[in-house]
C-alpha cells in the first residue's frame, strides 16, 4: 500500500468512527435523574436536584448518581460523591459529547421512527 493510499484509508477508518452511534442503556434510576438534569449541559445545583429527585432512596440516588458521572455522563465539580452532603455542595451538569446518545437513549423509538422518515436519495 502506498503511503496516500494508507493515509485514506486511516482517514476513512476515523470518519466512520465518528459518525457511529453510541448504545447507551440507561437504568430507571438513570432516566430519572437525566430528565431532571435536563440535557441541555446547563450547570444543576446539587441541592436542588435532591429536592426534584425527592421519591428515590438515598442510597439509590447515589449509586446511579455515581455510575453516571463514572461513565462521564455527568460532570461533577467534586471529586467524590460519597453523602448526599457532598451531592448537595455539588455542582452538576450533562456532558455536552453525550447529549444527543443520551437523548436518544432517553427516548427510543423516537430515534428510529426519524431514521424510517428519511428518504434515501437514489
Sequence with gaps: MTRTAESNNRQEICFRTILMHREINLSGGEITL????????????????????????????????????????????????????????????????????LKDALHPGRHRDRQQRRRRRS
Excluded at 66 to 78: E, F, R, T
Design 34 to 101: 437525566l430528565k431532571t438534569m435536563g440535557l441541555s449541559g446547563a450547570p444543576v445545583y446539587g441541592k436542588l436536584l435532591v429536592e426534584h429527585v425527592g421519591s428515590m432512596e438515598q442510597a439509590e440516588f447515589l449509586d446511579e448518581l455515581n455510575g453516571l458521572i463514572s461513565l462521564g455522563y455527568v460532570l461533577c465539580d467534586k471529586v467524590s460523591i460519597r453523602t448526599m452532603e457532598d451531592v448537595e455542595r455539588a455542582v452538576f451538569r450533562v456532558n455536552a459529547s453525550y447529549a444527543r446518545d
